[in-house]
């Protein structure tokens, strides 16, 4: 870890639930949709569960390896060339995931906001806030991320509250009419994209000043997270209705439209981007950050601020590079749990289960 980084775990806990949320929060209601219709809130109910069993995992798993990243761990459970093909394996799924976070945030931003300008300028944009603050360092982004929780947490609070006189339970009609394939690829996909990914906070856990009390705080922040997603599942639901939910690309942003009070509370769509553009870019920059320090051990270096630069110009081309259009970046959304459950989590799998052969023994 680089020197005087170090965040508490307070500041890792808001980490984790920006994570968690980041940019499931507006296509998790219409993917759920698209399988389940009026069912998408029971399995996110469920992965709240599923979910903590993923977030154990990881904990102890970490706890195998305690001040290591997943590069360290690699090398040391899997020796230097197996140990480095998984390491390099790891890389490439970063690297590919901050180009998309990137392509999706620039796409949002031009289709419901600003159509008139050019995706290009705000991707531009975003990668230039991206680039400076990851010169600032961790220990400064994790300052600023206690700032905005709180913002984002209070206009979540505020969003589901005027959305309940939009609410119709009749919306949630008929219950328990799907095959019991359709809820199990359901809870896969609200497990997945949230939870396994979080191998990649391996990365800033040796940041981490570390506590007794790491673990509960580990589990509640989780569970908060996956809790939001359900809430905006399920509102979803009761208000747009299953076939709205299922045809409107972000949910959330089309519920936030029919908010109305008194032709005086109006226009709380673009309060909600806000929150939507600080967790996703959050994340974004988690994934950023551990995909340059993970490089950076990867060939020995001493020093991980020279690649940042040239990381941010190979995000700005591959953020249009990955997909032509966002309806083929939104099609990879049917594929890519099974992406994460059978390389992300598995690359934290593959270096425990080896160190139970070497030792013999979990503990």
């Known amino acids: 870890m680089p020197k005087q980084e170090s965040i508490s775990t307070r500041q890792m806990a ?128 994790a300052k600023s991320g206690e700032v905005f929780i709180v913002g984002v947490v209070l206009m979540f609070i505020m969003f589901i509250i005027m959305l309940l006189p939009e609410a119709t339970l009749s919306n949630l009609l008929p219950v328990f009419h799907h095959k019991a394939a359709d809820y199990g690829k359901g809870i896969l996909y609200t497990t997945s994209f949230p939870f396994f990914q979080m191998v990649t906070l391996f990365m800033i856990f040796p940041a981490m000043k570390q506590a007794e009390s790491w673990t509960r705080d580990f589990m509640l922040a989780s569970l908060i997270a996956s809790f939001s997603l359900f809430l905006i599942v399920i509102m ?16 959330a942003y089309a519920m936030a439209k029919r908010i109305s009070i008194g032709r005086f509370i109006e226009r709380v769509e673009a309060v ?63 594929i890519w749990p099974f992406w994460d459950l059978t390389n992300i989590l598995l690359l934290a799998l593959a270096a425990v289960i080896m160190l139970v052969f070497k030792k013999g023994k979990i503990y």
């Open 14 to 141: 808001v980490f984790v639930l920006f994570f968690i949320v980041g940019d499931m929060f507006w296509f998790i209601p219409t993917l759920l949709a698209s399988i389940l219709d009026s069912d998408a809130w029971i399995p996110s109910l469920l992965s709240m569960f599923t979910g903590l069993v993923v977030v154990w995992f990881i904990d102890k798993c970490y706890r195998l390896f305690p001040g290591l990243t997943l590069i360290e761990i690699h090398r040391k459970a899997l020796g230097k060339w197996l140990g480095g093909l998984c390491s390099l394996f790891f890389l490439y799924l970063l690297f590919n995931t901050v180009g998309v976070q990137l392509r999706v945030v620039g796409d949002f931003v031009t289709t419901q906001m600003m159509p008139e300008t050019p995706a290009r300028v705000t991707v531009l944009m975003i990668t230039l806030l991206l680039v400076i603050t990851l010169r600032a360092g961790l220990t400064v982004f």
């Open 236 to 251: 979803s639901l009761l208000v747009l209705g299953d076939y709205m939910t299922e045809h409107q690309i972000y949910a």
């Open 272 to 334: 909600l981007v806000i929150s939507y553009i600080v967790s996703t870019y959050v994340k974004m920059l988690i994934n950023a950050f551990a995909f340059i320090y993970g490089f950076t051990q990867f060939l020995g270096l001493r020093e991980h601020r020279e690649l940042i630069f040239p990381f941010g110009l190979l995000m700005f081309g591959l953020a249009y590079a990955i997909g032509p259009n966002m309806p083929y970046i939104n099609g990879l959304a049917t």
